[in-house]
């Protein structure tokens, strides 16, 4: 056996010690750095001074200014009325966040004196209820501005909050909208306006605006949809780029590809396509402004083609949480604004497939975003329809008093389609009826069940369109086969991508598919047999394995057999 030598063994120990004392160093010299340079920059300001979050852009835009008194004492400064603005969002949000963490936040740098009491003794009583709250808009008017220009008195003459009470468990007990009036004094104090007095009083419900239709635009006409006091039977699209879809659409826009599809649309004979904007693209800075343009393009090429067009907003949207209403207000008011005096626009899309997203959001929650949306699309533009893309007949039964179309998707089963037709007429009475969405994939894949091959999808599409003319038309999903889907948008397996990179009309080389020559009147319908419709290339697969198997095991018994039983 070996053993080292006394030498070796003090020399290895000696450097294991070195080792431990310059990491020991390195470590020492670090901390020593960090806190030279803590002493030279300071304390960070936000957490020594405990100041309160930034206020979000959109916030100022919930703010409206009407005109000042006659007689204010003296004429206030854009700059001075710019700050006030933002000191009173950012006092509405301090409230906000105290009542929904349920104990007083920071409230001394937006509130002094007499409104800081109460409200710290309001929100100190609710320690068995979480109080959820969030303002959409604001009316200020100016009534008195000191001549030292440290005390402003103002009416905020129209306050709107929505406001949702939960209990202990997290169950909702009480969700509605509230609208009061507030008569406020705040002074400037340390370079900040804080409220120091305001007195509330309840305001009835507003009466919003209407549907205000015009001859140009598409209008509705008891059940029906009319352009121009025709009838107007909606058979279109849902469009993507093949080599653009979904989130690469609009930052990869190309003028040339649109007219080269729409061209593709016309000649289908068909006269509608739904188009989406998303959200996240459409609030950043730099780029919205480009998109727009590209949107507005389309919508300009729609128009020469006469296509109508209905645009799908919020799409990707899945946080509805009230702190992030502001926010989808202002997308709203950026992208309605830009577009609303459009005529290729057929109607307005709230959301699409709203009800998916009761599984990850309260059904309350999106429901109540949903109303509200609506009401502030309503308010931006009164002149075009307004619907809902529900991602089932069922939920299309849902919120069909706030829109002026009912629109719902649909991928069953033919027979069945008039029976949800019939219901959806007794629950939404004289609304029109609107199918956005129908499909079949051609994906046929060898090892997965399900497939369908392009007579299937043509006698199947047939069906359908056939029904839905007598209900203002269909929109199918979609112009082109889709080569990458991601996987945010169909999930992770190849059953689930598969058949969602198969859906078109053509595919991705713009080849049509047998429903193109249907539409075009070039192939009847086809006529599926039953053994068409069972022998799918994954059965013959199972039929294949199963008849390899059974050839191996009966070789493999046949083998067993011959060594158990050896010839002699």
Known sequence: MWF???????????????????????????????????????????????????????????????PDDPDTGRVMEDFTRQQLTSDYGRAWLQWNLSLKIGRPYNLHTSFSGPALHYL??????????????????????????????????????????????????????????????????????????RIRHWVRHELPTPIEPSYQPRPQLLQVNQQQLQLADQPFIARGVNYYPSKTPWLQF?????????????????????????????????????????????????????????????????????????????????YLTTVVTALREHPAIMAWDVKNEPDRDYATAS????????????????????????????STPEAAERLYQDVDLVSFHYYGSTELLATHYQRLRQVVGEKPLLLTEIGMPTWNSPFFPHGHNQREQANYLTGLMQQAEAYNGFLIWTLFDIPEVPKAVAGFWPWQRGPQTQL?????????KLISKVLLGLEPSPFIRWWEAWLKPFRITLIVLSMLGLIGGWQGYRRWKRKKHPKI
């Open 504 to 512: 078109g009309l053509y595919n991705e080389t713009y080849e049509p």
């Open 120 to 193: 710290t003794t309001s929100i100190s009583t609710t320690e068995n209820i979480k109080i959820d709250q969030i303002d959409t808009a604001h009316q200020l008017q100016l009534h008195f501005y000191a001549a030292d220009g440290s005390i402003v008195a103002l009416t905020d003459t129209q306050a709107e909050i929505y406001q949702m009470i939960y209990d202990a468990d997290g169950e909702i007990v009480s969700a509605q909208w509230l609208y009061a009036r507030y008569e406020i004094v705040m002074l400037l104090q340390d370079g900040t306006w």
């Open 250 to 330: 609009w930052p990869a826009y190309q003028p040339q590809q649109t007219t080269k599809d729409l061209a593709l649309v016309q000649q289908l004979n068909l006269n509608s396509v739904r188009i989406f904007i998303p959200f996240e693209q459409f609030t950043e800075p730099y780029s919205t402004s480009l998109y727009l343009r590209s949107v507005t393009d389309f919508l300009d090429q729609a128009d020469q083609a006469n296509i109508k067009v209905i645009v799908t907003l919020f799409d990707f949207l899945g946080d509805y949480q009230l702190a992030r209403w502001q926010a989808t207000d202002s």
């Open 4 to 66: 080292m030598s006394q030498r070796r063994f003090k020399i290895i120990i000696w450097l294991l010690f070195l080792l431990i004392l310059g990491q020991c160093g390195w470590w020492g010299v670090g901390r020593v750095a960090w806190l030279v340079a803590s002493f030279q920059q300071g304390a960070d300001p936000a957490s020594a001074l405990k100041l309160p979050p930034m206020l979000p852009p959109e916030a100022a835009i919930a703010t409206q200014w009407l």
């Open 363 to 390: 059904q309350v929650v999106v429901e109540a975003w949903l109303q509200h949306s609506i009401r502030q699309l309503r308010r931006l533009d009164p002149h075009h329809l307004i619907t809902i893309g529900w």
